[in-house]
């Protein structure tokens, strides 16, 4: 046997091994939910024991500390304390609306045709059974690493809870300022670019920032019969119809400039053409990518979404209010307070009443040229090594937002190789992973971990 074959043959067996681990924390229905007493704590509790029992070496290894409800920090003092790593995973998933609709029930954690299928296998518990499985086969071998390193486990992301801020409480508290964090966000992307034949990993160095912000106006009301020229309801709808027709301005940004730079330098010709030509600062590049299609335009403006619509309680009864939540994914470049007033001049009634609902400032970004991003790099190179490494803003949300209070270096990345449809799959149905992913996602932790 080559020493090549010997590496894919272990590989093999700790994907296989993993598998059934990551299945047995899918049977956990860790729903979480925006009031918490409505979630099934007892299997909360179960998946940390899982945890536990599944992964003994490193659960015995660390000091283990519970944030929130059921989230979990976990310990591991490494020979140095001078840069300490904080790795992040959720234990958390979405509710499923119909267990009909999957091909495999969704807390089954099937594994079949060469995947782990179920709820979390790609969001987010792949990647926290790839953390785990890293540091509990490091943990076995006597392995300390180089730096402190902590494990933090959320148990609400998926509704934007509040154990993410204890746990920075917790590190703040202590006097723990992280060298590195990184939570998942980014992938392992193939058929993300078009054009961009190559997987591309891509490594969030930031997060837009969110706002659901309700507009409201009111009316007589009345009677269905006798509607008047303009009321409540047709208030709200020409004010979606305005924000509709003047977007944000669109711009790139430093960071998809360079990411944009990264994919033509492995692109083909007219491909890298276009690309160099797009990845240019200003407007007028922007403009050109926001043409492109919904995601494009995502990277390089401040986005607008009209969600939840309220109007009459009957067909034949005239709104006394009528109402629209916009849920707005704000552009690195603005903040809170100028995205709502981009709102109201766009708009431009008042007799349309604004209340924030919710609302989160954009991240800070993070470095790209700097000794955390070259590990990133490095341990992708060793578990991916035909992915191209690109930096890019998140259009989502993470628990990582948080830390960005402790740490200037705070990064968003699962190392699992995702096609277009997986990626779709994620809050859907028939979420599933890869078994070989997992291996690969354990490889690059271990390197991290090593590299300390």
Known sequence: MTPTSHVVQASDEVSLRLAAKLAELIRCRTVSRPDRTLEDRAEFTRHVRAMNDLFPAIAGAVEQHTVGITGQLWHWRGAASLKPVVLMAHQDVVPVESEDDWEHPPFEGAIADGRVHGRGALDDKGDLACILEAAD?????????????????????????????????????RGVPPWLVLD???????????????????????????????????????????????????????????????????????????????????????????????????????????????????????????????????????ARRAAVTLNIRIAVT??????VAGVRRRIADPRIRHTVLSATEPSPISPVDCDQFALLEASMRHSHPAALAVPYIMMAATDARFFAAISEHVYRFAPLGM??????????????????????????????????
């Open 184 to 318: 998942e966000g980014g992938a392992v992307a193939s058929q993300a670019f078009p054009g961009v034949n190559a997987p591309v990993g891509v490594i969030g160095v930031s997060e837009k920032g969110i706002l659901d912000l309700l507009l409201e106006a009111e009316d007589a009301g009345g009677h269905a019969s006798a509607p008047p020229a303009f009321g409540a309801v047709q208030r709200i709808a020409r004010a979606i119809l305005r924000l509709q027709r003047r977007p944000f301005p669109a711009g790139v940004h430093p960071v998809t400039q360079e990411m944009l730079k990264r994919l033509g330098s492995t692109a083909p010709g007219l491909v890298r053409t276009a690309l160099r030509l797009v990845a240019r600062p200003g407007r007028a590049a922007g403009e050109v990518l926001a043409r492109v299609g919904a995601e494009p335009a995502a990277m390089v403006r401040t986005t607008v979404a009209a969600t939840e619509l309220q109007g009459s309680d009957g067909t034949n009864v005239l």
């Open 334 to 339: 603005e903040t809170v307070a100028s995205a």
């Open 419 to 452: 096609d277009k449809a997986q990626r779709g799959s994620i809050h859907g149905t028939n979420e599933s992973v890869a078994i070989p992913e997992l291996g690969k996602g354990v490889a690059f932790y271990q390197y991290l971990l090593r590299s300390l």
């Open 137 to 173: 086969s490091l943990a076995a071998t006597g392995f300390v690493p180089g730096q402190d390193v902590y494990f933090f486990f959320g148990d609400c992301e998926e509704t934007a809870g509040a154990t993410a801020a204890e746990a920075v409480d917790f590190l703040r508290e």
